[in-house]
């Protein structure tokens, strides 16, 4: 992140500091203060959650989403705008406490690098896929304790009010859900060396699926990568596919539910006995859904 901050310093904050300092009580801070690039970051993470989500959810919404789904049952009145709602309500207090992590970054205590040659090309390619499957296997089992009755209502409990999600679902969580599964990405380069702009990518990588994820896309069904269909199940079916780029770690632990074909099929899908069904199951889950390990979830 330290790249982002050096730009924009250079093109707008060190303009936007100096003016504080000369018409206002602020002193000016220096680059290199920790209040500065505590703001700073936490400023252009909070314009970035924005950026992307407006505008990757928006072409998601109207490109991609198979809008049939909004005559489902459980498709709830005024859903799109109030998926907004919740999301730009979390944007802040998530930017906030991320912007904790990225100053850890920026001031040398992480294991970031600059330059491919220190490590070379193999390396690069293989920290790649070591981010990703630590992130990946840290998320499964984040979201799966999120589904453990003690923390279920209060944090995660808002995510799944939407039972047939939209892209705008994305972030419509409560702040702390989804700072919890964000921490993986952070973690990982305190743990082992990333290059820069490899984790920037695999961050940014993670806010982008986490809006396909929600896409109502259903073209790939394979069971190796935990797409829109196998999300979808998640979502109907509560305790399935809690990965979030792979399904290994579901295959693994005992939790995958392949997508079946009245989500993948568009007939099916639109069947209004079908998207019946579906809301007659979700209804008779919800009192007695029993989370992972046999722990009972209150739900209301």
Same mark, same amino acid.
């Given at each position: 992140?330290?790249?982002?901050?050096?730009?924009?310093?250079?093109?707008?904050?060190?303009?936007?500091?100096?003016?504080?300092?000369?018409?206002?009580?602020?002193?000016?801070?220096?680059?290199?203060?920790?209040?500065?690039?505590?703001?700073?970051?936490?400023?252009?993470?909070?314009?970035?959650? =924005?950026?992307?989500?407006?505008?990757?959810?928006?072409?998601?919404?109207?490109?991609?989403?198979?809008? @049939? /789904?909004? !005559?489902?049952? !459980?498709? +709830?009145?005024?859903?799109?705008?109030?998926?907004?709602?919740?999301?730009?309500?979390?944007?802040?207090?998530?930017? +906030?406490?991320? #912007?904790?992590?990225?100053?850890?970054?920026?001031?040398?205590?992480?294991?970031?690098?600059? @330059?491919?040659?220190?490590?070379?090309?193999?390396?690069? #390619? $293989?920290? $790649?896929?070591?981010?990703?499957?630590?992130?990946?296997?840290?998320?499964?089992?984040?979201?799966?304790?999120?589904?453990?009755?003690?923390?279920?209502?209060?944090?995660?409990?808002?995510?799944?009010?939407?039972?047939?999600?939209?892209?705008? %679902?994305?972030?419509?969580?409560?702040?702390?859900? #989804?700072?919890?599964?964000?921490?993986?990405?952070? /973690?990982?380069? *305190?743990? *082992?060396?990333?290059?820069? /702009?490899?984790?920037? %990518?695999?961050? *940014?990588? @993670?806010?982008?699926? $986490?809006?396909?994820?929600?896409?109502?896309?259903?073209?790939?069904? =394979?069971?190796?990568?935990?797409?829109?269909?196998?999300?979808?199940?998640?979502?109907?079916?509560? =305790?399935?596919?809690?990965?979030?780029?792979?399904?290994?770690?579901?295959?693994?632990? #005992?939790?995958?539910?392949?997508?079946?074909?009245?989500?993948?099929?568009?007939? /099916?899908?639109?069947?209004?006995?079908?998207? !019946?069904?579906?809301?007659?199951?979700?209804?008779? %889950?919800?009192?007695? +859904?029993?989370?992972?390990?046999?722990? !009972?979830?209150?739900?209301?």
């Amino acid at each position: 992140m330290d790249i982002v901050v050096e730009y924009a310093d250079h093109y707008v904050t060190d303009g936007a500091y100096q003016w504080l300092a000369d018409y206002t009580p602020c002193p000016y801070l220096e680059r290199s203060h920790f209040a500065r690039q505590y703001i700073t970051v936490s400023l252009l993470v909070f314009l970035s959650f =924005n950026a992307m989500y407006f505008v990757e959810a928006t072409i998601a919404y109207y490109f991609i989403f198979d809008h @049939g /789904l909004k !005559k489902h049952p !459980k498709f +709830l009145p005024h859903q799109v705008r109030r998926e907004i709602s919740a999301s730009t309500r979390a944007f802040l207090p998530m930017s +906030l406490l991320k #912007g904790i992590w990225f100053v850890a970054e920026m001031r040398g205590y992480s294991l970031l690098y600059d @330059g491919v040659a220190t490590y070379g090309w193999y390396y690069l #390619g $293989a920290s $790649a896929l070591m981010l990703l499957l630590f992130t990946d296997f840290c998320v499964y089992w984040n979201h799966r304790l999120l589904h453990h009755r003690w923390v279920y209502a209060k944090f995660h409990k808002p995510r799944h009010k939407w039972i047939i999600p939209t892209p705008y %679902a994305a972030f419509a969580f409560h702040y702390l859900d #989804g700072y919890l599964q964000s921490v993986p990405y952070h /973690l990982g380069v *305190f743990i *082992f060396p990333v290059h820069k /702009l490899l984790y920037l %990518a695999v961050y *940014f990588l @993670g806010c982008t699926w $986490a809006i396909m994820f929600h896409g109502g896309e259903y073209i790939i069904t =394979n069971q190796y990568l935990n797409a829109s269909a196998h999300h979808n199940m998640h979502h109907l079916y509560f =305790n399935y596919n809690y990965g979030q780029y792979f399904t290994l770690w579901d295959q693994m632990f #005992g939790t995958y539910r392949h997508p079946s074909l009245e989500v993948t099929d568009g007939e /099916l899908r639109h069947s209004a006995s079908v998207q !019946k069904r579906q809301a007659s199951e979700v209804d008779h %889950a919800l009192p007695n +859904l029993e989370a992972p390990w046999g722990h !009972k979830l209150v739900l209301e």
